[in-house]
């Protein structure tokens, strides 16, 4: 039976994490799996740490959105794939993978899956989260000072040099490609509620 496929995308801080998660929570163990775009980001073992932190994050050159679609045509196939990790303290990938077993429902997030046009084809359900600026903005610098080890200076200057200019540049744009618009992620439970029975029906 084909795996039921959908892409979840929104700006950094909007929910999108916390409504994949609500429906892996909702749905019985093994029917579902998750890839997060963050785990594909490109190796900067090449650079010395000083440089690595200077690199563009919030653009799709940074990320590995081919090796992305492989992983999600393997699984769709029935393969077991190894999904690479990221260390976001040291903006390096992590040398060992994950083996993701493929299932009914594969759920795809990260700000820029539907901005790519070979890997939003592979969704059967595209979703963006909506939510304001400031929100976001707040949900990020708590995240990057408690999860990732920045310092405030620099979850500042990230912002204002890549973050914003990206997401009005990819992120933003790529809304129009959405099936169905979710404003205020994992607080919206009429939407979640409303997404989950879609869901479940095609278990």
Do not use: C, W
Request: aromatic residues 6%; charged residues 25%; glycine residues 6%.
């Amino acid at each position: 039976m084909k795996p039921f496929v959908l892409g979840i995308a929104g700006g950094s801080g909007s929910g999108k994490s916390t409504v994949a998660k609500s429906i892996l929570e909702a749905l019985p163990a093994g029917a579902a799996v998750m890839l997060q775009q963050d785990h594909y980001y490109r190796p900067q073992t090449h650079l010395p740490p000083e440089e690595r932190s200077k690199v563009n994050y919030d653009h799709p050159s940074a990320l590995e959105l081919d090796l992305l679609r492989v992983h999600v045509e393997g699984l769709m196939r029935g393969e077991t794939i190894l999904r690479p990790s990221y260390d976001f303290t040291t903006h390096d990938r992590l040398p060992e993978g994950v083996p993701i077993a493929p299932a009914p429902v594969l759920i795809i997030e990260g700000i820029l899956v539907l901005a790519d046009e070979a890997l939003r084809s592979l969704f059967e359900v595209k979703l963006f989260v909506d939510t304001d600026a400031d929100i976001r903005l707040m949900r990020r610098i708590r995240r990057d000072l408690e999860q990732r080890g920045r310092t405030f200076a620099q979850v500042r200057a990230q912002y204002y040099e890549t973050v914003r200019p990206m997401h009005l540049a990819f992120v933003e744009p790529s809304k129009r490609f959405a099936d169905i618009i979710i404003p205020e992620g994992g607080q919206n439970r009429v939407a979640l509620d409303f997404l989950m029975s879609h869901v479940r029906s095609r278990l």
